[in-house]
Structure formats: C-alpha cells, structure tokens
C-alpha cells in the first residue's frame, strides 16, 4: 500500500475540472405592496455600470411569504434548517422566561411541520408594554431607595442633635428624669441616649 499517493494528490479546489457550486439568491419578502426594488444587483451598485464586467451582478428571485401559509414554507425547507429554526425559537422562548415544558412543544412543532398553529394557544404579551413596566418599576424601586436613604440620613441628624441636646442638658446638671420631662421622651430613651454618649 503506497500511503504517498494521497498527499501527491491535488486539494479538489485546485484541480482543472473543479467548478464552484451554483450559488441561488432568493429574497424572502413579508411585505404585503409590490416588489419594486432592482432585480440586477449591478443596479444596486452605485456607478455599477462605469464599472462594467468588473462589477459582479446576478439577478435573484424573490419569494412573497405571504402568497405561501406557514405550513407550505416549512414543508419544504430542509430538516437542518428546520433545526435551525426550532432551537432559535426555542432560545427565544427561554429568553422571554416561558415555561420549558411549552417551549418545547412549540419548538417541536416547527420540527414537526405545525407551524401553522405554533402560537395559537400562547398567551398574548406586549414586549414593548413589558419593558416600559419593567422600567416604571425600576424606576420606582429606585426613588423608593433613594427615600428610604433621605428618610435614614434625616432620623441620623436628628438623633444626633437630640444626643447634643442632652449632653448640653447633663452639663447643666439635669437628671435623667427631668431631661425626659423636659424632651417629652420616655426615660428608657433617655437612658439608651446617655449610655451611647457614655460609649463615644
């Protein structure tokens, strides 16, 4: 067995008889008006003509989605394109938070060639609508933050001048009773007050 005879061999794509494969441009349309736009893709090009044969230009078909049902567009697509479909929509469906059981019946609906009916039983959502609650309550979520931090920042000072008040009023001599009688506090709270004075 001669092992040499496979590496002197040509790559295919450097042989004489090798030819690309035809290559067939197909747009696929979901707009309900006519087609309009040039079918030459040298009339696309600006200037194409002043260019000549060095401009590449082939002509491509157009597909109406809506002259076909869903059902007809997924018959005759290639089941690896299918799969395509079927775990693009099932990531989609993951992303959208929809219960894994029911992603993976519509995604195995598409497999299936039931398209026609892959969201007839999902319930209604307003991405848009979503997003704009999402952002109202993050929004609120952040002003009720922002107030509870104002509202803490707000009792801090005032504790804090309320300890100032008694410190100035333990100078003078009071007791701990008179200071409650005086600030209309409870005693209890007057005590909690000195005894933080008495650890700073």
């Known amino acids: 067995m001669n092992l040499n005879v496979s590496r002197q061999q040509k790559p295919v794509s450097k042989r004489k008889y090798f030819r690309y494969p035809p290559i067939l441009p197909i ?7 006519s087609w309009t736009a040039d079918m030459h893709l040298r009339d696309r090009i600006w200037n194409g003509a002043a260019f ?12 109406r989605n809506q002259d076909y049902t869903n059902a ?12 395509i479909i079927r775990d693009t929509l099932y990531s989609l469906l993951m992303k959208i938070n929809v219960p894994v059981e029911e992603a993976n ?13 892959l969201f007839e039983n999902i319930e209604k959502m307003d991405i848009q ?6 952002a109202q309550v993050r929004t609120e979520a952040e002003m009720a933050k922002q107030e509870a931090e104002a509202a803490r920042q707000e009792a801090e000072a005032a504790k804090q001048k309320l ?3 008694v410190e100035r009023k333990l100078a003078k001599g009071q007791t701990e009773e008179q200071i ?7 005693v209890e709270y007057i005590r909690e007050l ?3 004075i008495k650890s700073c």
């Open 105 to 117: 019946r519509y995604a195995e609906s598409v497999e299936e060639c039931r398209m026609g009916y």
């Open 52 to 63: 000549g044969s060095y401009i590449l230009d082939f002509v491509y078909e157009v597909v």
């Open 180 to 186: 409650a009688e005086d600030l209309f506090e409870p």
């Open 27 to 33: 747009v696929y349309y979901e707009g309900k008006d």
């Open 72 to 83: 007809e567009l997924l018959e005759n697509t290639t089941p690896s394109i299918r799969r």
């Open 194 to 196: 000195l005894d933080k």
């Open 129 to 134: 609508a979503e997003r704009r609650n999402t």
């Open 163 to 165: 300890i100032s008040l």
